[in-house]
């Protein structure tokens, strides 16, 4: 950790969100999710355990799926996060999103945004994912409505149409 990384500084955290620049004043010491959602309202990214053990509010850093709950903010200064609302919009959905839409691949939705995330992640740098590569990516990822078939047929499916480059195919501009 260097010695501008010191948990206890109260320096407000830079860095981009959804493509945004922007400057987060909670402790660098708290959580990244708890920033999103307070100070952001980002509420798309969920809290589901606080410990790192069930993916619900995974969000996207430099590419990387990874845990906000467990991510404090003073590690992600000056480095690029994506999180659901960034990931496509309801006018815009990404591949994956109109995917999940169309095989219902949801019940109740609160572990959507986490897995979402984390397929996005698998997608970017394996555009061809097997099944058995699918469940890898999305074993960190919990959900308790067992929509788990559905939502392996989803990610083929947009993973289909992102390669073919067809209606949908393009993800915001903040995911990248
Ligand atoms: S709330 Fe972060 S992994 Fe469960
Ligand atoms: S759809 Fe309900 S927890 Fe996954």
């Given at each position: 950790?260097?010695?501008d990384?010191?948990?206890?500084?109260?320096?407000?955290?830079?860095?981009?969100?959804n493509?945004?620049?922007?400057?987060?004043?909670?402790?660098?010491?708290?959580?990244?999710?708890?920033?999103?959602?307070?100070e952001?309202?980002?509420?798309?990214?969920?809290?589901?355990?606080g410990?790192?053990?069930?993916?619900?509010?995974?969000?996207?850093?430099?590419?990387?799926?990874?845990?906000?709950?467990?991510?404090?903010?003073?590690?992600?200064?000056?480095k690029?996060?994506?999180?659901?609302?960034?990931?496509g919009?309801?006018?815009?959905?990404?591949?994956?999103?109109?995917?999940?839409?169309?095989?219902?691949?949801?019940?109740?939705?609160?572990?959507l945004?986490?897995?979402?995330?984390?397929?996005?992640?698998?997608?970017?740098?394996?555009?061809?994912?097997?099944?058995?590569?699918?469940?890898?990516?999305?074993?960190?990822?919990?959900?308790?409505?067992?929509?788990?078939?559905?939502?392996?047929?989803?990610?083929?499916?947009?993973?289909?149409?992102?390669?073919?480059?067809?209606?949908?195919?393009?993800?915001?501009?903040?995911?990248?």
């Open positions: 950790m260097s010695a990384q010191t948990p206890s500084d109260s320096t407000p955290v830079a860095l981009r969100i493509g945004q620049s922007v400057v987060l004043r909670s402790p660098r010491d708290s959580a990244l999710l708890y920033a999103l959602r307070d952001l309202s980002l509420t798309g990214t969920h809290y589901g355990c410990a790192n053990q069930c993916g619900a509010c995974h969000v996207l850093v430099d590419g990387k799926a990874v845990a906000s709950c467990d991510t404090p903010l003073w590690a992600v200064a000056g690029s996060v994506v999180t659901i609302e960034g990931l919009s309801a006018e815009q959905p990404h591949p994956l999103q109109q995917a999940f839409l169309e095989e219902q691949a949801g019940q109740c939705g609160y572990c945004s986490g897995i979402l995330i984390s397929a996005a992640a698998l997608l970017d740098h394996n555009p061809d994912p097997d099944e058995a590569q699918i469940r890898t990516a999305l074993q960190g990822n919990l959900c308790r409505c067992g929509a788990h078939n559905r939502m392996l047929r989803a990610v083929r499916l947009a993973a289909q149409r992102m390669r073919e480059g067809g209606p949908h195919a393009e993800p915001q501009g903040g995911a990248a």
